[in-house]
């Protein structure tokens, strides 16, 4: 499996919840601290390290709050 | 490292002004990926709505203005007629489309203008808090329709691409939604479809996108995309109604 | 250049041509359609952009639309019409898109008819949408007139970034006569600094009417209004006629001034001191000219084809220094000199100091 990893752009994060209901691999959570905007930004689960770089979350977001990267490596599998 | 999704550059580098999880959201995405994808950023103009979207010339690192209330199709007319080697698009709500600029679209389409027209269905006015839409499904309950619309007080929901897409002037009118990530995708590319069919000079391209207004459905954001599923896509079935021969399968 | 005759809607399509005019949407309305049907075929012609409009509504956002990409667009209609295209011209107004309108007015309120008429005084100069603004207003009273000033409509209207509105009644559309034709101007190049282009090689350019803020609103609005102002202290044109030593003095713009015109030379013939003032704009009203002229006089006559508009501008720059009557007539019907006269005789009986000569 493909190993990925994300930039959270948590500042434009409104707590939607759309990216965690679509991860497949179910490493995002909702955050404990308020952004400015008054939401509770999304984390990645590090610890899982189950994030693919697949982007679907990238692809639900309404407000362009991920940068989504892959191992080079993983992309032959 | 890969990097496998970056914000398109089309769009400013701003928080928006939407509720989470509103469909908006996405489909500025989408048309800004879009634009950036066919590379031709540099001579589009947007003109934005009245509803909701009307700060899209906010998001859109592109020359935009803002029409009156439903007026963006004759606006669009206006702008193409003396710059015909510029994309103009409009992006409009189903009120500003399909109820007051009903006839400037009508006519927009009877005269095949090659511009595109994004239009993002929630199945309620949103910017003035949830009234009852051309589109709204029967039975929905909304501020002015609050024992549900009922058709022999409010008529029928509107489905404008199938209607559009009788019309020779019209090139390509589809409807997509933008509930699911598969859906997202095929949304993408009928907006794709969309702008081609004004860059090969075929006619006017239209997409209607389903898309949340979580606020005014009085869901949360993830309710909402269940509410598409159940209440809107049994109104709205998604396909392409009309795809000019030229543009191929 | 040699005169030729000229149908008075025909000359002012041809004008606006020759002024640079690149585009013209419009929709038909009697007394104005012979504007749109010379246009239909003058300006495909000349490669130029010509588009029959689906409304009035629609004719005026899609010359909204050709006017942000900083072109000369105009359209043209007559009284209905102009209440249709009520919304766009506030949203030309709020966003400083300047472009060009033709009125040629007819008699209403509502369907009304289609004789002759200058009831959209009020409309074109106080209420042309909503929100605070005035469009430049100018009112010829010949064929000549209108076209000279169709040829400064554009310059005007881009200088000032306003909205400029040629009022005509029915009669002047109809009417023929001789006109020597400006010449043709070549078409501008260069686009305005605020035209949409598409932003290749430069930073988007956003044309809005939109201030959510209320001090930004605000300060668009004194913006607005300083410029208003300032034209209004700047662009304000008059003609006037027997005034230098008038005890009485006629009002009237438009086709009215020119019967007004009859008026006073017979009256001067029967020995009664009095001239003829013509606004030309009515927006800005000439006020500082009237009121110049004042002091000198015994009364004052206004003439309209309307129930009474322009007057209250007058009675604003009178001040009640002297008796100001009304002479109207509505819904087509001209008024005519010995009617003129017999008001004047009036006035001169009710100002009670001897006023002949
Ligand atoms: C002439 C006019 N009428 C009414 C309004 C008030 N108004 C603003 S937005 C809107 C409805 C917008 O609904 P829609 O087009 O569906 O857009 P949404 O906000 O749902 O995206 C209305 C009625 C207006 N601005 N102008
Ligand atoms: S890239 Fe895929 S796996 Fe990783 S967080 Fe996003 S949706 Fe989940
Ligand atoms: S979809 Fe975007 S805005 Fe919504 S919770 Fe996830 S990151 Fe935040
Ligand atoms: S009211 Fe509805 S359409 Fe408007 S921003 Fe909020 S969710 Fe979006
Ligand atoms: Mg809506």
Request: charged letters at 15%.
């Amino acid at each position: 499996m493909a190993q990925g990893t994300l930039l959270i752009q948590t500042d434009r994060c409104k707590g939607c919840g759309l990216c965690i209901r679509a991860c497949p691999q179910q490493v995002l959570v909702a955050g404990q601290h308020f952004n400015a905007l008054g939401y509770q930004p999304v984390q990645l689960d590090e610890a899982l390290r189950r994030c693919t770089g697949c982007g679907v979350c990238a692809w639900v977001c309404p407000d362009l709050v991920f940068t989504v990267y892959r191992e080079s490596a993983g992309r032959a599998g | 490292m890969e990097t496998i999704y970056r914000r398109p550059a089309l769009l400013a580098d701003l928080p928006t002004h939407y509720c989470p999880g509103c469909g908006h959201g996405t489909v500025h995405r989408l048309v800004a990926e879009t634009i950036e994808g066919l590379g031709i950023g540099s001579r589009t103009i947007c003109v934005a709505p009245v509803g909701c979207a009307v700060l899209a010339y906010k998001y859109f690192v592109l020359d935009c203005c803002v029409a009156a209330h439903g007026r963006a199709p004759a606006m669009a007319t206006g702008l193409k007629r003396v710059l015909p080697d510029r994309v103009i698009f409009t992006y409009q709500g189903d009120g500003d489309l399909a109820s007051i600029g009903g006839n400037e679209i009508l006519h927009a389409a009877l005269r095949g203008e090659p511009i595109t027209i994004i239009f993002v269905n929630n199945g309620v006015y949103g910017m003035t808090g949830g009234q009852m839409a051309p589109t709204t499904p029967l039975g929905m309950r909304t501020t002015s329709s609050p024992l549900g619309r009922d058709s022999q007080q409010q008529g029928y929901p509107i489905h404008l691409p199938e209607l559009l897409a009788a019309l020779p002037g019209v090139a390509y009118a589809a409807r997509r939604s933008t509930h699911s990530v598969a859906e997202i995708r095929r949304a993408r590319q009928a907006i794709q479809r969309a702008f081609t069919v004004q860059l090969r000079g075929l006619g006017l391209g239209i997409v209607e996108l389903l898309g949340a207004c979580p606020t005014n459905w009085q869901v949360t954001p993830v309710e909402a995309l269940e509410f598409i599923e159940q209440v809107m896509l049994p109104v709205y079935p998604l396909g392409e109604f009309k795809v000019a021969a030229e543009l191929g399968a | 250049m040699a005169r030729e005759l000229w149908k008075g809607n025909e000359a002012l399509a041809e004008a606006a041509v020759r002024a640079g005019a690149e585009a013209f949407f419009g929709y038909p309305i009697t007394p104005q359609t012979e504007l749109l049907e010379y246009m239909a075929r003058r300006m495909p012609e000349l490669g130029r952009t010509f588009l029959q409009a689906e409304s009035e509504i629609a004719a005026i956002h899609m010359v909204y639309g050709a006017a942000c990409a900083g072109v000369r667009a105009l359209s043209s209609s007559s009284s209905p019409g102009i209440s249709l295209m009520q919304e766009g011209l506030s949203y030309l107004a709020g966003s400083e898109v300047p472009c060009v309108l033709v009125d040629i007015m007819r008699g209403g309120p509502g369907l009304g008819n289609i004789q002759p008429s200058q009831s959209d005084y009020f409309q074109l100069t106080r209420s042309a949408g909503h929100g605070d603004f005035h469009p430049l207003v100018l009112a010829p009273s010949t064929v000549q007139e209108a076209v000279d000033l169709m040829y400064a409509s554009f310059d005007l209207a881009f200088g000032w970034r306003t909205l400029v509105i040629l009022a005509g009644d029915g009669t002047l559309g109809q009417m023929m006569e001789p006109v020597e034709m400006p010449p043709m101007r070549a078409l501008a190049v260069e686009r305005p600094d605020w035209a949409l282009t598409g932003a290749a090689g430069r930073s988007p350019r956003v044309i809005s009417s939109l201030y959510l803020d209320a001090a930004e609103l605000e300060q668009s609005n004194l913006r607005l209004q300083a410029k208003l102002q300032q034209m209004a202290a700047t662009q304000q044109r008059w003609e006037s006629f027997c005034v230098e030593d008038a005890d009485y003095l006629v009002v009237a713009f438009g086709t009215v001034a020119r019967i007004a015109q009859s008026a006073v030379r017979a009256a001067r013939r029967a020995g009664i001191r009095v001239g003829l003032f013509r606004p030309v704009t009515l927006w800005p009203y000439p006020r500082q000219p009237l009121d110049a002229i004042c002091p000198q006089l015994r009364g004052v006559l206004v003439v309209e084809m309307n129930g009474g508009q322009m007057v209250e501008d007058v009675r604003c720059v009178v001040r009640e220094r002297v008796p100001v009557r009304f002479l109207g007539h509505l819904g087509g019907v001209i008024p005519m000199p010995d009617e003129i006269e017999a008001e004047l005789a009036q006035l001169v009986s009710l100002s009670g100091r001897a006023a002949f000569s």
